[in-house]
């Protein structure tokens, strides 16, 4: 029985040591795949500094547009500014121009009037203030 249990034994062992003897290949592939991953590893994170690189160029290109555009978009609104301001001095002149001819235009016609009230409306284009000549009365 001792033989039989030793018998067995040695067949465990021997298939266990069977297993493990194509260990040292599996390793040596597994070394070799580490390295293949190890130097794919270094030319993608190249590629990606690369990229990187490039990206911040563009990024520094693209700053430099926008600082040139806000400072475009700042003159502008300062123009536009200015115009609007003219444009208001202009309308508030032209305003009182039209206030004052208005004035005037009112003071006639209420002079008309009072003259047409006294039945002494001068000739038409004659000023209302010139006296009327003796002899047209």
């Avoid at 500014?81 to 121009?97: D, F, Q």
């Amino acid at each position: 029985m001792a033989k039989r249990n030793l018998e067995i034994r040695v067949e465990n062992l021997e298939n266990t040591v069977g297993s493990l003897s194509g260990l040292p290949m599996q390793m040596a592939s597994l070394a070799s795949q580490f390295v293949q991953l190890r130097q794919d590893v270094r030319a993608e994170i190249s590629a990606i500094r690369s990229e990187v690189g490039e990206l911040r160029g563009e990024v520094g290109e693209l700053r430099g547009e926008v600082g040139e555009l806000r400072g475009e978009v700042v003159t502008l609104g300062q123009t536009l500014r200015e115009e609007m301001a003219s444009m208001h001095r202009e309308l508030a002149g032209a305003i009182l121009a039209t206030n004052v001819q208005m004035r005037a235009l009112h003071e006639d016609l209420v002079e008309r009037i009072r003259l047409i009230g006294e039945d002494r409306l001068p000739a038409r284009g004659a000023h209302p203030e010139s006296p009327t000549p003796p002899e047209a009365e």
